[in-house]
């Protein structure tokens, strides 16, 4: 892809300016045009096709880049658009959409084409039976399901386009969903992405990005939407390391720098609590660091993965055109050149400044960063994206891992020609945990039968959340087991404490972090409880052969107090630990003290070097 020269003095920190924004869009809307079918009105890549088949996947390859040339602007780029509306709406085209039909793709796709339908300003120049095609095509999404997630928005979306056009559309199904958003609203910001437990980048280039879209179509009322996305926006700038890059957890990861999405519509909205350079720093950062790292290929496409093609980072529905969810990314393009976010010099963003410790409540989330290596750490103590009981229980290695980050990715396991596991490499490691499936290691506690069986975190029931620390239980009914979990943060590092509750004979595994050869240092040293170390190895989306330091001990019965060290990055760290079956008292180099009690009576203490004490329990 070819850009501008860097401008380090508008943009010391990425060296992009909105020239760079527009050369990118630019090149990622001429690289699919060979792809296009004839009228333009599926856009076929190439690439395994999703489960909604090629057919489908030629929509969302038109719908996606549609909303990336909305945002650009060009006519001449909007011309091949309208093509592809005449073609794609002419039930006498072999390249017509299939009719919207119950939870399914088109109505995710039809939201893309009316948005961008309502920022281009193109339908008024479609002749007016194309404009009648289009309006009943985006009409059949009536009546029609939609998934209780963040799908139900995509029908508000296509009802107040509707109703902007004087089409026949269905005023009581927008005021529906949006009273099913409300009830997934969690505070501090965040919704929930329908029932259960389901915090991801959708919160912000979803639920945050339709809600106040919808009052810029319909002019209603955006002070409750815009006061969210603030408050929002206060814990998001904290999600992106040194280098741009995004914490690395949740679903759809390979529509990358999509997660620049909120930070734009902060500044479209005025709800953001960030000043214009760090908005354009934070999202600057995180387009450079995809377009630096392959994530476009020789063929000027995006690929299914997160730097380079990587498979495992994909859901069943993702297909070719996916990744051009990414066109949201590039939101911002919509404010004028003259607006201070690309006007202004680019500012620090949090990781920039200073060592960060942010407790998010309403996901169950404690985010710490480091301002020498830039790394951003997710602990994770609140979403495991379960469906709701009596459904069975996984493990989602993009939900249920105990820590997420920007320098790191979980192991996935599945079938399949990419499955990435490989043997441990243990030191005196038990029969029954060599003979166990138990899957991937990294970030994970796993107590293992005599059998080989092995658990799951399964559904996460929370303890708290707060200053520097985190908890929460977790059982699997497949084994008479009970883990509770405590994260204690201390610059770098992660103090993880487990009280685990198991019959005898069992064993207990506990994994840090998978980091390849050339990635930070990756650490998980042994406090309190454990017997044995070793490492296991497989591929992860950051590259092949990534390590994963692990501990190990035998079960005596009952319940056990185990406790680790866990880095990512530079640095060791010795400290006192007085341990109990409950609870511990830990001694810091620099005098600071944290006790923490689990169980029954759940308790947090710090008492920082100066005397002053930060504590916890339940109310």
Known sequence: MKLPPDDPTTSSFTGYTREHWLAAADALLEAVVPYAAPGFAQIRLPGPASASGPVLDGLEGFARTFLLAA?????????????????????????????????????????????????????????????????GWLGGISGKRAWPCNWVLFKVIVQQFLANVGAPHRPDEIEEALAQVEGWYVGDGWYNDGDGQN????????????????????????????????????????????????????????????????????????ATPLSPGTTRRLASGTLRHFLDRGAVGPDGLLSLGWHGPYLPVTQPYSGPGSPYWASKGFLGLLLPADHPVWTAAEEPAPVDTADQVVALPAPGWLLHSTRRDGIVRLLNHGS?????????????????????????????????????????????????????????????????????????????????????????????????????????????????????????????????????????????????????????????????????????????????????????GHGTLTCDLRADADGCAITFPDGERVEIRLGDHPRYTRQAPDGTTVTWEPA
């Open 71 to 135: 945002f650009r602007g060009r006519d001449d780029l909007l011309e091949r658009y309208a093509r592809g509306l005449d073609t794609g709406t002419d039930p006498n085209s072999p390249y017509a959409w299939p009719a919207i039909t119950d939870n399914s793709q088109q109505i995710v796709e039809a939201a893309s084409v009316a948005l961008a339908l309502h920022e281009s300003g193109l339908y008024t120049h479609l002749s007016p039976a194309v404009q009648e095609r289009v309006a």
């Open 384 to 568: 495991d994206r379960l469906p709701q009981p009596p459904a069975p229980i996984h493990d989602d290695p993009h939900y249920a891992r105990l820590a997420y980050a920007t320098h790191a990715a979980p192991v996935v396991d599945g079938p399949g020609p990419w499955t990435p596991r490989r043997a441990p490499e243990p030191t005196g490691t038990t029969a029954a945990a060599e003979a166990a499936d138990v899957g991937a290691i990294d970030n994970r506690v796993t107590v293992i039968a005599p059998d080989g069986t092995a658990s799951r975190r399964g559904r996460i029931q929370r303890i708290a959340v707060t200053d520097r620390f985190a908890a929460s239980r977790a059982t699997d009914d497949a084994l008479p087991a009970t883990v509770e979990s405590a994260s204690i943060v201390y610059g770098p590092h992660e103090i993880r404490v487990h009280r685990v509750t198991a019959p005898a004979g069992h064993t207990v595994r506990e994994g840090g972090y998978a980091v390849p050869g050339d990635g930070p240092a990756t650490a998980i040293t042994p406090l309190h409880g454990w017997l044995r170390t070793g490492v296991s190895t497989a591929d992860t989306a950051f590259g092949p052969d990534a390590r994963t330091p692990y501990l190990e001990t035998d079960h005596p019965g009952g319940t056990m107090l185990l406790a680790g060290v866990v880095t990512l």
């Open 199 to 270: 915090y991801d980048y959708y919160c912000g280039w979803a639920m945050h990005l339709y809600t106040l879209w919808y009052t810029r179509m319909s002019g209603a009322p955006a002070d409750v939407y815009r006061e969210r996305l603030r408050a929002f926006l206060a814990g998001y700038q904290h999600f992106f390391g040194s280098d741009g890059a995004p914490v690395h957890q949740g679903r759809s990861l390979t529509y990358r720098f999509a997660a620049a999405t909120p930070l734009w519509l902060g500044e479209i909205f005025d």
